[in-house]
């Protein structure tokens, strides 16, 4: 059987305590996210997803991904990746879960901190998951940690996996924030009845391009878990309002 080479270029990317991806044989995903420090190194399309939702939840003040393992032996968390291997040295011979490393961890506002779990729907975890999460949850309240399994949808299909997308690369984009004048025919539009994206989009005549920027500045609030952002979305003016963002919220399970 081959070596896998190792990967080059991920160091300086490659930030949280367990090494991501580090040969050939595994992908690795790099997206950026400006409240996740830049460049977020993750292991597949689902952490990815939730990296971007995590970039514009108004709820979320930063994240970090794989900040940390929890030693599920001596109830600690390991913040080097040091500290993490001589942990698996120590336990390389041990029955049983002993590390367990999240995929994230988020500041909330308020100065909540939330570890985060991300699982695809399709396979939400065995009993031995389910035990580690278990023990890693006892041991994270200790640390005054909040432990979250966000479940993410398998169909690629499914309104989340294009929303997203077209939301994080409109939060990008500031230049393009909807005025005040917007806002106010949006309100107008809405008193006469406009109820679709299409509707909006005619009574303020722009571009159908300019959707995703009317809805993660806060012109429009639509159910983007349910709905694919089209024509015939249903929308409703949000008034600055950003709750319809905090997706992540939404997926917990």
Not at 16 to 24: D, L
Not at 78 to 106: H, M, N, V, W
Not at 191 to 206: F, K, P, R
Request: include cysteine; proline fraction near 4%.
């Amino acid at each position: 059987m081959g070596v896998y080479g190792r990967r080059v270029g991920l160091k300086r990317v490659d930030v949280g305590v367990r090494a991501v991806a580090p040969t050939y044989g595994k992908k690795a995903l790099t997206t950026c996210v400006e409240k996740g420090g830049g460049p977020v190194v993750v292991d597949n399309n689902a952490e990815r997803l939730v990296a971007l939702m995590l970039g514009f939840d108004p709820g979320v003040r930063s994240f970090k991904a794989q900040a940390f393992a929890v030693d599920l032996v001596e109830g600690r968390l390991l913040r080097t990746a040091e500290q993490r291997t001589e942990a698996r040295r120590r336990y390389a011979k041990r029955k049983g879960a002993s590390i367990y490393t999240p995929d994230f961890l988020a500041e909330l506002s308020g100065g909540r901190a939330l570890v985060i779990e991300v699982k695809l729907d399709a396979f939400l975890g065995d009993d031995d998951d389910e035990n580690r999460f278990r023990q890693a949850t006892e041991v994270l309240a200790t640390y005054g940690h909040e432990f979250a399994r966000v479940v993410i949808p398998s169909d690629t299909r499914h309104p989340l996996r294009s929303n997203v997308a077209l939301l994080h690369h409109a939060a990008r984009r500031p230049d393009l924030q909807p005025d005040a004048q917007v806002v106010e025919q949006a309100d107008e539009l809405a008193a006469g009845g406009a109820q679709t994206l299409a509707d909006y989009v005619s009574g303020l005549n722009i571009s159908a391009n300019l959707t995703p920027f009317l809805i993660v500045y806060g012109v429009l609030s639509a159910d983007l878990v349910a709905h694919r952002i089209e024509g015939r979305t249903p929308v409703v003016a949000a008034g600055g309002c950003l709750d319809h963002l905090a997706l992540v919220g939404r997926l917990l399970g």
